[in-house]
């Protein structure tokens, strides 16, 4: 059965880095949608960063552009979110997603990721 398992959260300083990892089990990611997405406290899911169906492109939210880059290792199966910069407006429960055939969505149990001084 498909399974997302996210790692990489914890606590960090403003202006620090981490780096998330979603290890995928189940089927391949090379042609299908994936992403990051982060919920907030008292705030909605937002998406962050996604690769588009084969590869073909990438979009991230305006917030996090030129400081978070998305990124997978196919022959890993790994998904990966790399974060520099951080600000305390990106503490959030992030959630790894893969868009599978027939229009589902299939999501991790969520890392937490607090930046805080």
């Known amino acids: 059965q498909l399974q997302l398992v996210e790692s990489g959260g914890g606590l960090v300083q403003p202006g620090g880095s981490l780096r998330l990892s979603c290890a995928v089990s189940g089927f391949s990611l090379d042609y299908y949608a994936v992403g990051w997405f982060r919920q907030a406290p008292g705030k909605e899911r937002e998406g962050v960063s996604c690769?588009?169906?084969?590869?073909?492109?990438?979009n991230s939210a305006e917030s996090v552009k030129g400081r978070f880059t998305i990124s997978r290792d196919n022959a890993k199966n790994t998904l990966y979110l790399q974060m520099n910069s951080l600000k305390p407006e990106d503490t959030a429960v992030y959630y790894c997603?893969?868009?599978?055939?027939?229009?589902?969505?299939?999501w991790g149990k969520g890392t937490l990721v607090t930046v805080s001084s």
């Open positions: 690769i588009s169906s084969r590869g073909g492109s990438t």
């Open positions: 997603w893969v868009g599978g055939k027939n229009g589902m969505d299939y």
